[in-house]
């Protein structure tokens, strides 16, 4: 089992549609929670990072974290073609900064 | 301000040779990473530098890969004695003081190794 999860994709949606991101994480000592995106030939690019359960907003992004499940989502309102990308959930542990990433999940909007 | 940033942005060499990456963190920030990401897969962390602390070099993948950082500023990574499957983009991170369990890390624009 790997220590972070995402769905590969594509996942295709319309634009102004929402796009629904999945993460699913198995240490239990987990204690922050941040989404990537990341543009081909791009570096990643931190857009969101949340730390305790429930959501937390940032324009037309929703993280929302339940740790009780294991599992982090990111919620893209009206989406646009240029979040076409590759989105990467990452968690660490209490002890060190480290980042475990999941493979990440690409995003295509359709104009 | 100015964000990491990491030299060379690409570098190509021959098998067996030793090769030098440099990284120049935000100003401020106490914690630097480097990361590897292979073509087409996700990030595998490498080495995490906290102030004087110890390096976790938990993440280094043998022992022909090695990092120095001084003091709060510049990181070189080497690897030494290059191999085919060394090729990827290295990428540094840097994140400010705070969080004890891992604050936002903010990334360089990287350096693509391709070993020939």
């Known amino acids: 089992q790997k220590e972070v999860e995402q769905n590969s994709g594509p996942l295709s949606v319309p634009e102004g549609a929402i796009a629904s991101l999945n993460c699913t994480y198995s240490d239990r000592g987990s204690q922050s929670f941040f989404w990537y995106r990341q543009y081909s030939g791009k570096s990643p690019e931190l857009i969101m990072s949340i730390y305790s359960n429930g959501d937390k907003e940032d324009g037309r992004f929703t993280a929302q974290l339940n740790k009780a499940s294991q599992y982090v989502s990111l919620l893209i309102r009206d989406s646009q073609p240029s979040d076409s990308a590759t989105y990467l959930c990452?968690?660490?542990?209490?002890?060190?900064?480290?980042?475990?990433f999941g493979q990440g999940t690409e995003l295509s909007v359709k104009p | 301000g100015a964000g990491v940033s990491q030299s060379p942005s690409n570098k190509v060499t021959e098998k067996g040779k030793d090769v030098e990456l440099r990284c120049d963190p935000i100003?401020?920030?106490?914690?630097l990473y480097w990361y590897r990401q292979r073509l087409g897969q996700g990030l595998e962390f490498l080495i995490y530098?906290?102030?004087?602390?110890?390096?976790?070099k938990s993440g280094l993948p043998s022992d022909r890969f090695s990092a120095e950082r001084t003091g709060e500023s510049v990181s070189t990574l080497t690897i030494q004695r290059t191999q085919q499957e060394d090729s990827a983009v290295y990428l540094c991170?840097?994140?400010?003081?705070?969080?004890?369990?891992?604050?936002?890390?903010?990334f360089g624009p990287g350096t693509r190794l391709t070993v020939t």
């Open positions: 100003s401020g920030h106490t914690a």
């Open positions: 991170a840097s994140s400010p003081p705070g969080r004890g369990y891992g604050s936002e890390q903010y």
């Open positions: 530098f906290q102030g004087n602390s110890a390096p976790d």
């Open positions: 990452a968690v660490t542990r209490n002890q060190g900064g480290k980042l475990i």
